[in-house]
């Protein structure tokens, strides 16, 4: 793998909660804009800029493209993470793991027994919880990518035995 390939989120399902906070911001400045005097509470001011708030993260998050897995000659990059060296892993292993009341996808890379890695406050976490500490998430993702996912991994991890 000579070039960087990088996959992203693929956020498409939550556009009801767009559309819903952007019909409570309409609501609420009309209702300031039918009695002016609302704008001097300090409740209408919280919820306008509650709302203003939620709608720039929306922006964010919709806009900008979020990194889930970056593949390359020296590793694979999960999200925000270090980047992991193709000789530290050994295999991968999907899971179905509970967070918050649902069963979610993952890809848990499988790596050597003490690793020299710099793990950051979110992998330490998720390997308590069962994701483990290099997983991949299969939510929020075209199922094209899944497949390029899991042939990339296979083909490097297979090439490295």
């Given at each position: 793998?000579?070039k ?26 009309g ?5 002016p005097?609302?704008?001097?509470w ?13 709608l720039l ?7 900008m ?12 990059k ?18 179905q793991?509970k967070?918050?009341f ?17 793990y ?42």
């Amino acid at each position: 793998m000579n070039k960087k390939l990088v996959f992203y989120y693929h956020f498409r399902k939550n556009y009801y909660w767009l559309v819903l906070n952007i019909l409570a911001l309409l609501f609420l400045l009309g209702c300031i804009i039918c009695q002016p005097a609302l704008m001097f509470w300090w409740q209408t001011q919280t919820l306008v800029l509650l709302f203003i708030c939620t709608l720039l993260m929306w922006c964010y998050k919709y806009l900008m493209k979020q990194k889930l897995v970056e593949f390359d000659k020296h590793g694979v990059k999960i999200d925000h993470n270090q980047i992991l060296s193709w000789e530290d892993v050994t295999g991968i292993e999907h899971r179905q793991v509970k967070c918050w009341f649902k069963t979610l996808s993952v890809i848990t890379l499988l790596t050597k027994k003490n690793i020299d890695y710099p793990y950051n406050f979110m992998q330490k976490r998720c390997e308590e919880i069962g994701f483990g500490a290099f997983s991949i998430p299969l939510y929020d993702v075209k199922k094209e990518d899944i497949a390029k996912i899991y042939k990339l991994l296979s083909d490097n991890i297979e090439e490295r035995k």
